[in-house]
């Protein structure tokens, strides 16, 4: 099991930033692949952002050269920095957590943070 917790959401202007933090339960070494995903009303939930557990990251098109993900493994944190904000980077942002056990693997969602870009 792994608990999720994002906090950092907010509204901000266009063009300006925020830092989104997701603190894991347990080390994030241990977790395969941890990331963002987001959702706006009326879409589906689309990635933003993932690193794995050898520090690969895989961002989004609509987000590269914006947003950089980040990790703190001394507090079992993944952060996203998101600069540049557009009205179309609003949305509910979801912390995700991929686990593989052996040939299982699990799927954990934190409770979301609302992103709103507004001016």
């Known amino acids: 099991q792994v608990q999720l917790v994002e906090s950092g959401g907010g509204l901000v202007r266009p063009g300006g930033s925020l830092r989104l933090s997701c603190v894991a339960s347990?080390?994030?070494?241990?977790?395969?692949?941890m990331g963002w995903y987001r959702q706006a009303p009326g879409k589906e939930r689309e990635l933003v952002a993932t690193?794995?557990?050898?520090?690969?990251?895989n961002y989004a098109d609509s987000v590269k050269g914006r947003f950089t993900l980040s990790r703190d493994s001394a507090k079992t944190t993944v952060y996203l920095q998101m600069n540049s904000l557009k009205p179309e980077d609003a949305a509910v942002y979801y912390c995700?957590?991929?686990?593989?056990?052996?040939?299982?693997?699990?799927?954990?969602w934190g409770q979301g943070t609302q992103v709103t870009v507004s001016s």
């Open positions: 995700n957590a991929h686990v593989l056990a052996g040939s299982i693997l699990s799927t954990y």
């Open positions: 690193i794995t557990s050898g520090g690969s990251i």
């Open positions: 347990r080390s994030i070494f241990s977790i395969n692949a």
